[in-house]
């Protein structure tokens, strides 16, 4: 099958105003596709593909495809906006305001660097700041406790002592 120039087909297919990989999913199953117009862009374009926004027109990156700031320069930004709570940073990403290059959720995008949401945020609340303990280090240690089966010759007054010593339950 020989398929239209990818200038040509993204093009065509901006002219048809879909919003969504569901809606173009739809629209080639209706029939309405011209032939040469392929219904896996991303094979077809390999070299062109930025991704299904760039196709549908909608400008939308798919988070796997965006290049963020590194953690050190994104939270140095978020910061500078002087917000105060967890709810006032959904807030904030919600307006419109936040920079493509900072994600919503920052607890994910950084995994490793994270650290608490008063560190993100920059409050210097000390309840907010957890003594070192991610919430993959708690999982980690939890994990290593279950798999070698630690946890279960424990009773609960020795457990909590335990996390209690480590800092955990100050989470």
Known sequence: MK?????????????????????????????????????KPSRTYKKEWKGMGDWLGTGYI???????????????????LGLQSEKEWRKYKKSGKKPQDIP????????????????????????????????EKVKSLLRALIETRTIYQWDEAILYSFLLRKGVLDL
Request: hydrophobic share 30%; glycine share 8%; net charge positive.
């Open 3 to 39: 398929f239209r120039p990818f200038a040509e087909a993204k093009d065509y297919v901006h002219s048809l105003g879909l919003q969504s990989e569901k809606e173009w999913r739809k629209y080639c199953k209706s029939g309405q596709k011209p032939a040469d117009i392929p219904y």
């Open 62 to 80: 798919a988070a796997g495809l965006r290049k963020f700031r590194t953690f050190e320069e994104a939270r140095e930004f978020v910061h500078s």
């Open 104 to 135: 919503q959720k920052p607890y994910r995008t950084y995994k490793r660097e994270w650290i608490s949401w008063g560190d993100w945020l920059g409050t210097g609340r000390i309840a907010d700041q957890i003594s070192g303990w991610s919430a």
